[in-house]
T-cell receptor, first 116, second 113 residues
Framework: AQTVTQSQPEMSVQEAETVTLSCTYD???????LFWYKQPPSRQMILVIR??????QNATENRFSVNFQKAAKSFSLKISDSQLGDAAMYFC?????????????FGPGTRLSVLP | KAGVTQTPRYLIKTRGQQVTLSCSPI?????VSWYQQTPGQGLQFLFE???????NKGNFPGRFSGRQFSNSRSEMNVSTLELGDSALYLC????????????FGPGTRLTVT
């Protein structure tokens, strides 16, 4: 079974600075999807960014970008120019490419605080 | 387009009772997944429904069940509630289920006393 690990339970960043959240995963599959979700205090989970494993190019979405290292099974999220609204729990998630087997597998989350 | 909605938002039940939670997916989405979120266990997958059929199931006891209606709305039922069932239950919908991201609802906070 796939597993997702986020080794940083909590992190903080100064407003306007850059922060990187770590995520590693374990799988025997060659094709899969990886996601970062954000869960603000309001509790609504929001998709931040996604990456298809077969794509070598790292995904970017405005101030959010990932560093996808397939061989190392690493998928870190970089937030540039951090804003107060970025404060939230961030979950790394894995999903199989095909539809047979387990659905999304989430990591335990990293709580990000943004300091003014 | 309206987002995923879940009702009720908050619920308090006593041990032994049963509860039904409801989820309305985004219009056009045919896949609905349910997750249990607790501080200790994090986000755990319960099950996924697609076109009224359960397509995937997580490792939860049979007290947890669900169904999906022809309009893609889904319900989740928990029978014989235990204190450990207290959690935030999240519903997520997607177009087909496996190829793209899921969109989450606000969740139902269930407290079992």
């Amino acid at each position: 079974a796939q597993t997702v690990t986020q080794s940083q339970p909590e992190m903080s960043v100064q407003e306007a600075e850059t922060v990187t959240l770590s995520c590693t995963y374990d799988t025997s599959e060659s094709d899969y999807y990886l996601f970062w979700y954000k869960q603000p205090p309001s509790r609504q989970m929001i998709l931040v960014i996604r990456q298809e494993a077969y794509k070598q190019q790292n995904a970017t979405e405005n101030r959010f970008s990932v560093n996808f290292q397939k061989a190392a099974k690493s998928f870190s999220l970089k937030i540039s120019d951090s804003q107060l609204g970025d404060a939230a729990m961030y979950f790394c998630a894995y999903r199989s490419f095909d539809n047979y087997g387990q659905n999304f597998v989430f990591g335990p989350g990293t709580r990000l605080s943004v300091l003014p | 387009k309206a987002g995923v909605t879940q009702t009720p938002r908050y619920l308090i039940k006593t041990r032994g009772q049963q509860v039904t939670l409801s989820c309305s997916p985004i219009s056009g989405h045919r896949s609905v997944s349910w997750y249990q979120q607790t501080p200790g266990q994090g986000l755990q997958f319960l099950f996924e429904y697609f076109s009224e059929t359960q397509r995937n199931k997580g490792n939860f006891p049979g007290r947890f069940s669900g169904r999906q209606f022809s309009n893609s709305r889904s319900e989740m039922n928990v029978s014989t509630l235990e204190l450990g069932d207290s959690a935030l239950y999240l519903c997520a919908s997607s177009l087909q289920g496996y190829e793209h991201e899921q969109y989450f609802g606000p969740g139902t906070r269930l407290t079992v006393t």
